[in-house]
């Protein structure tokens, strides 16, 4: 069955820090890839999403991932996080009809 | 358009008893779905339908009914509530084909 794994599951940096959030899903055929973010009490909402085409997708507020599939990963990034940006994000793959999520990475700046 | 909306926003419930949580959408989407989000497991499929009349189970389907009889609805059932079954639940809707899946608010359930 497909699978994906997020192996961070708290980060805490600073704001202006650099982030990279790593993703890799297990399945070896056709995909389309996902990143949800959910802020503190609201419901999951579309970062970005790759379908097809260039490999590095840029998405809301300054977020971007790049798709390397020799590598089956789909790490989110962001050059200068803000305190707004205290959230859990999900990255998801579909396949096979169905959207299968990762469990989550907890990310909280400071101030 | 509404979206992907969710009935009730929050449910208590005592063990066994059993309670209908209701999904709609109205972007005619064919492909609907239902989650649970646990903290630390993220996002767990329940059930699916890529179409009125069609469903199928994802990772965790037990204690958990579904039907599709029309293309907007998606309702979920719980027949016998469990300790174990409070969670927070997702209804999400897409066309099936290349599309952004979107998410309801989601309904929180404490089962005691």
């Known amino acids: 069955a497909q699978s994906v794994s997020q192996h961070n599951h708290h980060v805490i940096l600073s704001e202006a820090a650099s982030l990279e959030l790593g993703c890799n899903y297990s399945?070896?055929?056709?995909?389309?890839l996902f990143w949800y973010v959910q802020y503190p009490g609201q419901h999951l909402q579309l970062l970005l999403k790759?379908?097809?085409?260039?490999?590095l997708v840029k998405g809301i507020k300054g977020f971007e991932a790049e798709f390397i599939k020799s590598k089956f990963s789909f790490n989110l990034r962001k050059p200068s996080v803000q305190w707004s940006d205290t959230a859990e994000y999900f990255c998801?793959?579909?396949?096979?009809?169905?959207?299968?999520f990762g469990t989550g990475t907890r990310l909280l700046v400071s101030p | 358009n509404a979206g992907v909306t969710q009935t009730p926003k929050f449910q208590v419930l005592k063990t066994g008893q059993s309670m209908t949580l209701q999904c709609a959408q109205d972007?005619?989407?064919?492909?609907m779905s239902w989650y649970r989000q646990d903290p630390g497991m993220g996002l767990r499929l329940i059930h699916y339908?890529?179409?009125?009349?069609?469903?199928d189970q994802g990772e965790v389907p037990n204690g958990y009914n579904v039907s599709r009889s029309t293309t907007e609805d998606f309702p979920l059932r719980l027949l016998s509530a469990a300790p174990s079954q409070t969670s927070v639940y997702f209804c999400?809707?897409?066309?099936?084909?290349?599309?952004?899946?979107?998410f309801g608010p989601g309904t929180r359930l404490l089962v005691l």
């Open positions: 399945y070896g055929g056709t995909v389309n």
């Open positions: 999400a809707s897409r066309r099936l084909v290349q599309e952004t899946q979107y």
């Open positions: 339908s890529v179409g009125a009349g069609i469903t």
């Open positions: 972007m005619n989407h064919e492909y």
């Open positions: 998801a793959v579909i396949a096979l009809q169905k959207l299968v």
């Open positions: 790759y379908f097809s085409g260039d490999p």
